[in-house]
């Protein structure tokens, strides 16, 4: 039974880094519905990153800078040109899906050393893994699993006791009463959408790197949609979006 709910966390734990991201964007007022996105295009740069260099750390970090420059862009065309954000967010899916398939059977099926990334063991924390029950259960993870308990830990501390979070509920709350308060609104929410690419594509370097140990075309499989269901039916609370997931 703890190896199913151990198991559990680990599955749960992409998910809900990519509940994390659409709750970071929704809060601030930007509909993100690319996650799905970032998740897949995460796992793919991971992996060729982290397989070119041989350095594991560097697969994660290569594919939280991916998933930045997909907020970002995502950022530029919703509030820069108003394009409708579902729109916007259905083309990055597509885009990515495209592109990353292609770079599968055009480069990694036929060069494998493209394809090979060390990968991300787990990490029995001493003393606490030795805990009946709750030790194999939350201290014999990968450190994906202790990084995303950190973040909801801090997302919900950042969002509900923080002048931060307060500006970036007001933003995506009432943004022309945060506006006549002098809060930045189009600031925090370029900055919620580079968080939150951040996370996600952090989270996608879990898929290629801990849980499959390559990338495989269409990895994502969903997580970043169930992820979305999870923050909706979490209320847009990180405690409650992990929970869901």
Do not use: H
């Not at 592109?99 to 063991?121: A, G, M, S």
């Not at 990490?123 to 009946?132: A, N």
């Not at 993870?141 to 997302?155: D, E, K, N």
């Not at 959408?193 to 594509?201: D, E, K, N, P, S």
Request: aromatic share 8%; net charge positive; with cysteine.
């Amino acid at each position: 039974l703890t190896g199913v709910f151990a198991g559990s966390l680990e599955l749960a734990t992409p998910i809900a880094m990519g509940a994390f991201a659409a709750l970071i964007c929704e809060r601030s007022g930007m509909l993100n519905i690319a996650i799905e996105g970032k998740l897949l295009l995460g796992a793919c740069v991971a992996s060729i990153v982290a397989s070119v260099t041989g350095l594991v750390i560097l697969g994660p970090v290569a594919a939280a800078l991916a998933g930045m420059g997909v907020g970002l862009l995502l950022a530029w065309l919703g509030i820069r040109w108003k394009v409708d954000q579902i729109i916007s967010g259905t083309v990055v899916n597509i885009g990515a899906l495209g592109l990353t398939n292609f770079l599968y059977l055009r480069i990694l099926q036929n060069d494998t050393t493209l394809n090979t990334p060390p990968t991300v063991e787990t990490i029995r924390i001493p003393l606490l893994s030795s805990i009946p029950v709750l030790g194999p259960i939350l201290f014999s993870g990968t450190p994906y699993l202790y990084i995303a308990l950190g973040t909801m830990v801090v997302l919900t501390y950042m969002l509900f006791r923080t002048r931060w979070g307060l500006r970036l509920r007001a933003s995506g709350e009432y943004p022309q009463a945060a506006g006549t308060v002098g809060i930045d609104v189009i600031r925090i929410r370029y900055r919620a959408m580079l968080l939150a690419g951040l996370i996600a594509g952090f989270a996608g370097s879990y898929l290629s790197l801990a849980a499959a140990g390559s990338f495989q075309m269409k990895m994502s499989a969903g997580k970043g949609f169930i992820g979305m269901a999870a923050m909706i039916f979490g209320a847009w609370n990180p405690i409650y979006a992990f929970g869901a997931s």
